[in-house]
């Protein structure tokens, strides 16, 4: 990356740019890892991601992520680590903004390809 290409990134002016839930947008990279925003309301799939850690940060609201033993709840200002291969099911009873790091290759969807797969996210 060029000294030209540094940049500051507003979380609040990008959060404003996305309009659907569950369809996360690129808002930079580090080495081979995304940074994606996205707003999240209502229920996702159950998934998981076979080779790709996740991490959640929540910038706004609350997110519930039901694992197969228990709910975990991430407020605001809280993140979380799922590990490669434990399945999840995120939940926003109210939209929720989070903040995702993940490799580059990780699917939205994981192991699951349904109407909410975004294949190839766009930059924001």
């Known amino acids: 990356m060029s000294q030209n290409a540094i940049r500051v990134v507003n979380l609040a002016e990008k959060f404003a740019q996305i309009g659907e839930p569950w369809q996360p947008r690129i808002a930079g990279e580090i080495n081979d ?21 996740e ?4 910038v706004k609201g609350r997110l519930c992520i039901k694992l197969r033993d228990r709910d975990l709840w991430v407020g605001e200002g809280e993140f979380v680590i799922i590990p490669r291969g434990v399945e999840h099911k ?6 929720v903004h989070v903040l995702l790091l ?7 969807t994981g192991n699951v390809r349904d109407e909410r797969t975004v294949e190839q996210p766009e930059w924001i």
Not at 55 to 58: A, G, N
């Open 90 to 95: 995120p939940i926003a009873e109210d939209e």
């Open 33 to 53: 890892t995304h940074v994606k925003l996205a707003k999240l309301h209502g229920e996702f799939v159950w998934h998981h991601h076979e080779n790709e850690d």
């Open 55 to 58: 991490l959640f940060y929540v």
């Open 102 to 108: 993940e490799p580059r290759t990780t699917l939205n």
